[in-house]
């Protein structure tokens, strides 16, 4: 039954995993990927706040 899709209608999967790499390529190089800056920031924003802060407070926080 699958290959007589494939058939009819072409590999829709492959179209789609080939189209989201050229997607993903594309992004890439107008918007390098930042996730090891976002994680020093981070890194930086916990170092910084103290514990007390960086919990949410109220009658709902544990």
Known sequence: M???LISERGDVPAQVRGEAERIRRDLQR???PQHDAAALVSERVRSVTPDSQARPSGPHSR
Do not use: A, G, I, K
Request: positive net charge; aromatic residues 16%; without cysteine.
């Open 2 to 4: 699958y290959r007589q």
């Open 30 to 32: 107008v918007m390098p």
